[in-house]
């Protein structure tokens, strides 16, 4: 195992002596060939693991005098013809031997092509990657998503950036859940870019006012799964473009994120194409974990009317075989409910008096038929006592 120094990894590299086993002491004190083997390969990039063969070249007691003479441009070595196998083992949370991510991670000093073909194929980088590299995925695409590009590749690689958030978040929340709380540390100790929060509610705007386009189908339910930590952002966002006064609310954040919540809650209420029922399931889902960050903006009188105008919004089906069909869409509004009820908007009297009768209504309407309304009622019944 070789321990290097980060802060001259970049021009560090390995020498190999060559020397004979033998018995005999100036056998084994001087050397008949030596290799050497560069960290870093012509691309800047942390050599791939694996193994590796090296020419050994022959020694020279008056040139290796010199330090590092093999590696002047006009070195003369004398190959022999042994080679040398090494293998490489990387253990590191400070390199990246992804090429794509690295010329990503080094955005700014990369020519455009080379960060935006990152962008480009974020998607195939190693999963494993994207959670070691948390910080540093995130400083840089949060940094192309606010830089001023030109008008000619502004709006893909805005884009794309936003895409690639979004593709890191469902990628720690499905496969490394572990890391969630890592996640939200980030968001909310090492996260800065005040002007994130345009961008984001912008794209966030465009997407459920798409909700039901085919063409943006996979972007929409990405957006949806990955909703309640966009809005972190967003809010982290925000308050550090301007922070908080309690004296003087900021009515203009307010405003652009009601809006989103209520095109939001539109979406819940629409009955056609059939296939937006899937999107409103990943809406039900997302909508409790929602509200723990919009506490931060909303009063609590204003969640609970936030939290009602979503419940209302909710449809129900024309008939029995309509509700046959859709029985995962029902279990998903029953768990939202059984949220509200367990969570801090009905735990809080001024809320709990404005949705208190809509989550009645809801329950009300599953008595006669769903097991899980009754279990919702009784657990009401408790929270109220």
Same mark, same amino acid.
């Given at each position: 195992r070789v321990a290097v120094d980060m802060a001259t990894i970049e021009r560090t590299h390995m020498l190999v002596l060559c020397r004979h086993c033998s018995t005999g002491k100036a056998?084994?004190?001087?050397?008949?060939?030596? !290799?050497?083997?560069?960290?870093?390969n012509e691309e800047n990039l942390?050599?791939?693991?694996?193994?590796? +063969?090296?020419?050994?070249?022959?020694?020279n007691k008056v040139e290796h005098a010199q330090r590092s003479f093999y590696l002047a441009p006009d070195a003369k070595l004398l190959p022999r013809k042994e080679k040398l196998t090494v293998r490489i083992d990387l253990c590191s949370t400070?390199?990246? +031997?992804?090429?794509?991510?690295?010329?990503?991670?080094?955005? +700014?000093?990369?020519?455009?092509?080379?960060?935006?073909?990152?962008?480009?194929?974020?998607?195939?980088?190693?999963?494993i990657e994207l959670v070691k590299f948390l910080r540093e995925i995130f400083d840089a695409l949060f940094s192309?998503?606010?830089?001023?590009?030109?008008?000619?590749?502004?709006?893909?690689?805005?884009?794309l950036a936003y895409t690639s958030i979004v593709y890191v978040i469902i990628n720690i929340a499905n496969k490394y859940s572990s890391f969630l709380p890592v996640l939200k540390a980030y968001i909310a100790n090492q996260f800065n870019s005040p002007l !994130?929060?345009?961008?984001?509610?912008?794209?966030?705007?465009?997407?459920?006012?798409?909700?039901?386009?085919?063409?943006?189908?996979?972007?929409?339910?990405?957006?949806?799964?990955?909703?309640?930590?966009?809005?972190?952002?967003?809010i982290?966002?925000?308050?550090?473009?301007?922070?908080?006064?309690?004296?003087?609310?900021?009515?203009?954040?307010?405003?652009?994120?009601?809006?989103?919540?209520h095109q939001l809650s539109q979406a819940m209420s629409r009955t056609e194409p059939k296939s937006l029922i899937v999107n409103q399931v990943l809406a039900l889902q997302c909508f409790n974990a929602l509200l723990e960050d919009l506490g931060n903006v909303f009063s609590v009188r204003e969640l609970g009317h936030i939290t009602r105008n979503f419940v209302e919004s909710i449809h129900g089906f024309k008939d029995a075989l309509e509700e046959q069909k859709n029985q995962n869409y029902i279990r998903h509004k029953l768990l939202l409910l059984y949220?509200?009820?367990?969570?801090?908007?009905?735990?809080?009297?001024?809320?709990? +008096?404005?949705i208190l009768p809509v989550i009645l209504e809801n329950i009300l309407a599953h008595l006669t038929r769903d097991n899980e309304a009754i279990d919702l009622l009784a657990e009401m019944l408790r929270v109220s006592t």
């Amino acid at each position: 195992r070789v321990a290097v120094d980060m802060a001259t990894i970049e021009r560090t590299h390995m020498l190999v002596l060559c020397r004979h086993c033998s018995t005999g002491k100036a056998s084994r004190q001087d050397p008949f060939g030596f !290799a050497y083997f560069p960290f870093y390969n012509e691309e800047n990039l942390f050599v791939q693991n694996g193994l590796h +063969q090296l020419p050994i070249y022959r020694y020279n007691k008056v040139e290796h005098a010199q330090r590092s003479f093999y590696l002047a441009p006009d070195a003369k070595l004398l190959p022999r013809k042994e080679k040398l196998t090494v293998r490489i083992d990387l253990c590191s949370t400070r390199i990246t +031997q992804e090429a794509k991510l690295n010329k990503l991670m080094k955005w +700014q000093s990369q020519p455009v092509g080379n960060w935006k073909y990152g962008l480009e194929m974020f998607g195939y980088i190693e999963k494993i990657e994207l959670v070691k590299f948390l910080r540093e995925i995130f400083d840089a695409l949060f940094s192309i998503l606010t830089h001023p590009h030109s008008e000619e590749i502004r709006e893909e690689v805005v884009n794309l950036a936003y895409t690639s958030i979004v593709y890191v978040i469902i990628n720690i929340a499905n496969k490394y859940s572990s890391f969630l709380p890592v996640l939200k540390a980030y968001i909310a100790n090492q996260f800065n870019s005040p002007l !994130a929060h345009q961008h984001l509610l912008r794209i966030l705007r465009y997407t459920i006012d798409h909700i039901d386009d085919d063409k943006l189908g996979k972007q929409v339910r990405d957006t949806l799964k990955a909703l309640p930590y966009l809005i972190k952002f967003v809010i982290t966002s925000r308050y550090q473009f301007r922070p908080p006064d309690p004296a003087v609310p900021d009515m203009e954040f307010k405003t652009e994120v009601s809006a989103l919540l209520h095109q939001l809650s539109q979406a819940m209420s629409r009955t056609e194409p059939k296939s937006l029922i899937v999107n409103q399931v990943l809406a039900l889902q997302c909508f409790n974990a929602l509200l723990e960050d919009l506490g931060n903006v909303f009063s609590v009188r204003e969640l609970g009317h936030i939290t009602r105008n979503f419940v209302e919004s909710i449809h129900g089906f024309k008939d029995a075989l309509e509700e046959q069909k859709n029985q995962n869409y029902i279990r998903h509004k029953l768990l939202l409910l059984y949220g509200l009820i367990a969570g801090r908007v009905f735990a809080l009297e001024e809320s709990r +008096q404005v949705i208190l009768p809509v989550i009645l209504e809801n329950i009300l309407a599953h008595l006669t038929r769903d097991n899980e309304a009754i279990d919702l009622l009784a657990e009401m019944l408790r929270v109220s006592t």
